[in-house]
């Protein structure tokens, strides 16, 4: 088992700039490849960012390419999302997810609680 819990996110001016975290508690949190999802009000969610259990690997949304940067800190347990030039367009509720692989993330079993962003002047 992996509990995941989200903190950050909130309302930000566009192009501003926001930083989420999601810490885990359980099994070994490096073990776990690691992942962001976005899903906005009456769409389905999407994939916004994946990083592998070391860290090493990097993938990212074409969407956010550029903007927002995925990292993680095992020895804290911790993921990060950095979002900046933030556009209204990235409003929506974000989640963290936690998998045995990158290309499980979206079935995976163990989500955080989600955490809403919401970008407007």
């Known amino acids: 088992q992996v509990q995941l819990v989200q903190s950050g996110g909130g309302l930000v001016q566009p192009g501003g700039s926001l930083r989420l975290s999601c810490a885990g508690s359980g099994r070994t949190f490096s073990n776990y490849a690691m992942g962001w999802f976005h899903q906005a009000p009456g769409k389905e969610r999407e994939f916004v960012a994946a990083?592998?259990?070391?860290?090493?690997?990097?993938y990212y949304a074409d969407s956010v390419t550029g903007r927002f940067t995925i990292s993680r800190d095992n020895a804290k347990n911790t993921l990060y999302l950095q979002m900046n030039s933030l556009k209204p367009e990235d409003t929506a509720v974000y989640y963290c997810?936690?998998?045995?692989?990158?290309?499980?993330?979206?079935?995976?079993?163990?989500w955080g609680q989600g955490t809403q962003v919401t970008v407007s002047s």
């Open positions: 990083i592998s259990g070391s860290g090493e690997h990097t």
């Open positions: 997810a936690a998998s045995a692989t990158i290309g499980t993330l979206d079935h995976s079993h163990y």
